[in-house]
């Protein structure tokens, strides 16, 4: 028979929301143990090793303004930051024509840009009343969350040029289809996100600066920093609650007993494990009423940024399958040059569906179309397919679907007797981002050491394990 492994705290995800739950609680001096299905920490975030002591980054990368829980615990940990490639032209490829541009929002004529504008302005204004820690109680909550944003972008942006650019910005900045959506969870989006433009930008933006060592780097230093490392190759499959505990049962056999336990993964990982007793059936029905956005990343390995030379920033958006967005990712070193193309929403469902040789091939199509042929042969890809990973089944992150922020969103953070929840899904700001894992990690934990002290762990949970 297998004995129990016994701390005080389990944490469920060694991704950036399990992990700042787990050095908070290991802070407050309880014992807690992360259990991690990979056999690596980061969860979405993930470096690829460029040689040379240079990394590219296969997930999550990105930070900006108003991002400060991060870059808080990036600062804590010694990351620093620098700024995005941001010099050069970049392309707008829009309708079968490639137009340079340099400012803020691509133009698209006098009528397209002043009814692409008056959206943006009114969807900021209408995302101002919706509270992102409850946005069921918006005055409109019932009106929003009973249509998708595709819907209202049909009656409300007339002009089909910005009806086609808002979708462009949607897909990039959210992996999903305006017609995925629930109107009422993107106005919560763009509320915790400090709005539409602090979201598509990059110069003012989400898209602003990156982490030095790449992001991944944040995992492994707070994974560093506990106490006992994470448990890795540990998928978590049940998670039993009786009167004195919680036993979470591990893919190897492996037991671990807890006074607390946090789940931190994505909706549609923890819709997978079995709670003993069930999670009320609203919550069941919240994580089946959040599917993950469909993204793929592709790095493409340059001997140099050749697209510099040329006056190229390496920045598109594009409408034309497969990249829908272009960076240039090279490291601050300089070399080598590395491009980053997304696909993302439609295009990269309909890229899964082909060969990966082939999805490659069209994605340097692409690449060659907007910096010359030299673009169509770099040295090495490096692919983030996430919908594809066991672990992640898709990204950035989850969303719910029209109705379902109205009926269930009170149980999206509702504990479930010792079980509290955690991920960038359960955040109230910058939802879905990094600074979202680290918030709602920081917010777990307060929960659990509140009950922790209010009722203490029993006395088997303290001395079950030496050492
Ligand atoms: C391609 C891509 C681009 C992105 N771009 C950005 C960006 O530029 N900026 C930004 O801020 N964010 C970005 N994001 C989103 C960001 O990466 C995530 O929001 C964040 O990393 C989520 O952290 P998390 O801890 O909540 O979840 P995760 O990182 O998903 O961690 C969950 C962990 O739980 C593990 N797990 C799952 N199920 C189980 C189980 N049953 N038992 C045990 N372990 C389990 C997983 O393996 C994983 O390690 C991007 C994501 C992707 C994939
Ligand atoms: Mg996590």
């Known amino acids: 028979m297998t004995t129990p492994v016994h701390s005080d705290v389990v944490v469920v995800g060694a991704g950036i929301s399990g992990l700042v739950a787990a050095r908070r609680i290991a802070e407050a001096g309880y014992r807690v143990r992360v259990v991690e299905a990979r ?30 829980a991060i870059q808080r615990v990036a600062a804590e940990l010694g990351v620093t930051t620098y700024a995005t ?70 009656r409300h942006v007339p002009v089909p040029r910005a009806r086609v650019l808002l979708a462009m910005a949607v897909r990039a900045v959210w992996a999903f289809e305006p017609e995925d959506v629930s109107l009422l969870h993107v106005l919560a989006c763009v509320n915790a996100g400090d709005g539409l433009q602090r979201l598509m930008r990059t110069r003012d933006g989400a898209q602003q600066d990156r982490f030095t060592g790449g992001s991944q780097r944040i995992s492994e230093l707070l994974a560093d920093g506990l106490p006992e490392p994470p448990l890795l190759r540990h998928p978590v499959r049940r998670v039993v609650q009786d009167g004195t505990g919680v036993t979470v049962h ?29 999670m009320p059936p609203g ?45 240039d990712n090279t490291p601050p070193a300089g070399r080598p040059g590395v491009l980053l193309g997304f696909a993302v ?14 999805r490659q091939e069209r994605v340097l199509a692409s690449f060659a179309r907007w910096f010359g042929e030299r673009a169509r042969t770099p040295r090495q890809v490096i692919v983030g397919s996430w919908s594809e990973e066991e672990w992640t089944r898709g990204c950035y992150a989850g969303y719910l679907t029209p109705g379902a922020w109205t009926a269930h969103g009170h149980l999206l953070r509702e504990p479930h007797g010792r079980v509290h929840w955690a991920g960038s899904e359960t955040a109230t ?32 949970a303290r001395d079950g394990r030496s050492g």
Not at 55 to 66: I, N, R, S
Not at 291 to 314: H, N
């Open 345 to 358: 929403g439609g295009p990269a469902r309909r890229l899964l569906e082909l060969p990966p040789p082939v």
């Open 429 to 460: 700001r910058w939802i879905g981002f990094m600074d979202g894992a680290v918030t709602a990690g920081e917010r777990a934990a307060a929960e659990v050491l509140t009950a922790t002290a209010a009722r203490p762990a029993p006395v088997g």
């Open 250 to 278: 591990t893919g190897p056999g492996t037991l671990l007993r807890a006074d607390r336990v946090v789940v931190a993964v994505p909706p549609q990982l923890a819709a997978r494990i079995a709670f003993e007793p069930r």
């Open 85 to 154: 490639h941001d010099t050069g032209t970049h392309l707008l490829d829009l309708g079968g024509r490639i137009r340079p541009w340099s400012v803020s929002e691509p133009w698209i004529g006098p009528a397209a840009s002043l009814s692409f504008l008056a959206a943006q302005r009114r969807l900021n204004r209408m995302a101002a009343t919706v509270p992102p820690h409850e946005p069921w109680r918006a005055p409109r909550a019932r009106e929003w969350d009973a249509e998708t944003l595709g819907g209202w972008m049909r």
């Open 283 to 327: 919550r069941e029905q919240l994580l089946a009423r959040s599917p993950q956005g469909t993204a793929l990343k592709y790095l493409a390995v340059y001997d140099e940024p050749f697209w510099r030379a040329a006056g190229f920033s390496g920045q598109v958006a594009s409408d034309r399958a497969p990249v829908a967005s272009a960076f």
């Open 39 to 68: 056999d690596r920490v980061g969860g979405r975030t993930l470096n690829a090793d460029l040689g040379d002591g240079q990394v590219a980054e296969v997930g999550g990368q990105f930070t900006g303004p108003g991002q400060d």
